[in-house]
């Protein structure tokens, strides 16, 4: 891919399909095209919902791999954004139930997500390390529990039933193949946008952050405005997955935001990868294969163990996940092409 | 280099997507789908419903109308999520046109809810009790051969106010649709009767520390009616003992249910002699009751005596394979001739006989139980009254009892 030569010490202009990179361009092909070969199931309930993850993944990675905060409360923000659209739009749980049209009910629905991913941001950027990841996960436990028990809001342990997807332009938007291109048509979105975001100058900034914070600070950067500022934009990634969660499943119950959500979200990071967007949206292929086909390999009393074992593995061989996993085998490969020439 | 890393990686992801489907049984099998709590709280009760499931499949030898039966497991945890999700991938995955499950009481909602996006599958209930799975707004397509939670609850208001003489009896139990169903049976009687319900407790589903709930207990309630499940119950019931409540219990279907009656301690002294009713009874002494204790032992990890679970799944594998029986195992019209046939089934279950209404809910025989210490040393619910043919209206008429509003945490209520 390297063609374009410099030239007048200059940058070097790339047209736009160049820039691309080929292999966003298959890859962009490939997943256009896998409704003609994939069956309702798998655009779905392997397609879909990998992208729904890979997207929840994708606002962790942004925290994560930019900023240095790892988030347990990722879900937390998907599932406000989750009950905003059961709350604000209809329901069949005769509670609340605005009856807002979609396209009023998801800006507010995305913006309360990113307001509340700016607010835990807020109270978590005072800690480093170990210390985000458990006051995170506090929030997450407790919004868990309020959930389970607040009627009033959140109608507790049934939680929210019977919200449809929009239907508009005349196309359902729940039916399989619409549903699989609105999920891709916002990962792309989000994808792109954290990628461009991390070569822009608050990418920068914040990955600057991240390595040396004292430094930036002297400089005279607003470390906490540009830490929070991060936690609002993977806010709306994350506000954006939890709208499609909740149009793919129909409901949302405080099941849908529990630990073990929450947890799953930080595997899909760490087995993808926290150093290129890319990477949550392999580990969310790989997490959600396992967790749906796992039972049909080992029976219903150890597939639990089995997805345990799998992942264990994967971070053992590869501590940098799935993308490091690639890492390591690539000097391998180059050695091998060379030996002919030798 | 980047080109070909790029290329790869879109590969392995290619391949990973699109995996084929291979859904398509082949003639001499029938598929079907079994969905049950294999996961989190509830795992334990899961693991004796599928025993109950195997044993109805064990009975047939493992096949119906000279075909052989294919179980497809599908794991859930309790939550309605975990169900939908599970039910979807043995339905659109796997291909299963029959299904039997869920377990816990929301999960049958959520279940029900999908099923009326599937018409041409069956869905057969596992043991999931709620009341709105069959009342209100049912689907066409799910059927409920083992009663729901108000109805395992007929005869015990009565025995207690009457027989037992309380009064006045404060509530415990978890906060979820199928204990809102028993609490809403056991009231609808005792209230009735003439008692009085001064206080309610719903406590989250996994709760360890049942301190502040003990100590909202009136002192002079005459007895205390729990309906928590599992963990739950023994969390409860030793913290109370524990911090010195005598008052006598009155329990729910699962409170005093085998899971619970085998576990060690002392909560044993506190169990003993406390009333309950359900769908079964250790002691029956009926010989179909025996013959399918026996036939339930030959499951791997059996408990002493079959829960409700294993019980409940049994009877409903059972009606699905009776029902599979009827049409020669053909369910290539969209499951049409089954459902015939499955609304009009009637059959003797080890619990006497069993059959549906116009809701596809069950009509069946209640057992009112008392806990009492086996020879064996084994806890054992031992069967005081069989309540016959308990409908889904308690035996008040239907127009009367759709007055008495949805249950919830607030209804009924008689203080």
Known sequence: ?342 | MRMHRRTLLALAAFTGLTAPSMALAADDTIKIGLLATFEGPFTVLGEDGERGAMTAVAEMNGTVAGKKIEIVKGSSDASPDSAVRAARKLVEQDGVKVLVGPLSGDEGLAVKDYAKTQPNVTFINGTSAAQDTTLRDPAENFFRFSTDGAQWMAGLGTYAFKDKGYKKVATVAEDYSFPYTQVFGFMAEFCKAGGHVPSKSWVPIGNKDFSSVIAAIPEDVDAIYVALGGADAVNFLTQYQQGGGSAPLIGGSITVDQTVLTSKGKLRDVLKGTPSAGPTADTNDAPAWKAFVEAYKKQPGAFPSPSLFAHGYYVDMKATLLGLDQVGGDVSDGGKKLRDALSKLSFDTPTGKVSLDKNRNAIADIFLTEVTEGADGNLMNKLVKVVPQVNQTLGIPEDEFMKLGAVNRDNPSCP
Not at chain 1, 11 to 35: C, D, F, K, M, S
Not at chain 1, 73 to 98: D, H
Not at chain 1, 128 to 134: D, K, P, W
Request: charged share 10%; glycine share 12%; with cysteine.
């Open chain 1, 1 to 342: 891919m390297s063609l374009a030569i410099a030239t007048d010490g200059t940058t070097p202009r790339q047209n736009w399909l160049e820039r691309l990179g080929a292999g966003h361009i298959i890859l962009a092909v490939v997943l256009v095209l896998y409704p003609l070969v994939a069956s309702d199931f798998f655009l779905t309930q392997i397609g879909g919902y990998s992208l729904i993850f890979g997207m929840m993944g994708l606002s962790l990675m942004l925290l994560a791999g930019y900023g240095g905060m790892v988030s347990l409360a990722q879900i937390t923000v998907a599932g406000i954004a989750a009950y905003a659209i059961a709350i604000l739009g209809n329901n069949n749980s005769n509670i609340l139930g605005f009856g807002w049209p979609w396209w009023l009910a998801v800006p507010f629905a995305v913006l309360a997500a990113a307001l509340a991913s700016a607010l835990i941001g807020w109270i978590s950027v005072r800690t480093e390390g170990i210390y985000t990841i458990m006051i995170t996960l506090a929030i997450a436990t407790a919004t868990y529990y309020f959930a389970q028990q607040n009627y009033a809001i959140f109608n507790g342990h049934s939680g929210y039933a019977g919200i449809r997807a929009p239907a508009f332009w005349g196309i359902s938007w729940r039916d399989p193949k619409p549903f699989y291109y609105l999920c891709l048509g916002l990962a792309v979105l989000s994808y792109a946008a954290v990628l461009y975001g991390s070569r822009s100058t608050f990418g920068m900034t914040l990955q600057a952050i991240r390595d040396n914070p004292r430094r930036m600070r002297a400089l005279g950067y607003h470390v906490t405005a540009h830490k929070v500022f991060a936690w609002l934009l993977a806010g709306v990634i994350a506000g954006l997955a939890g709208v499609l969660l909740v149009w793919f499943n129909g409901r949302v119950s405080p099941g849908t935001i529990g630990v073990d959500a929450a947890i799953d979200v930080l595997i899909i990071a760490v087995i993808g990868g926290l150093r290129h967007p890319i990477g949550p949206f392999l580990g969310a292929v790989v997490v959600i294969l396992m967790q749906t086909f796992a039972i049909d390999i080992v029976g219903a009393e150890r597939f639990n163990t089995l997805i345990g074992l799998v992942f264990l593995v994967i971070v053992f061989v590869s501590p940098d996940g799935i993308l490091g996993l690639w890492g390591r085998i690539k000097p391998h490969l180059a050695q091998e092409s060379l030996r002919p020439g030798s």
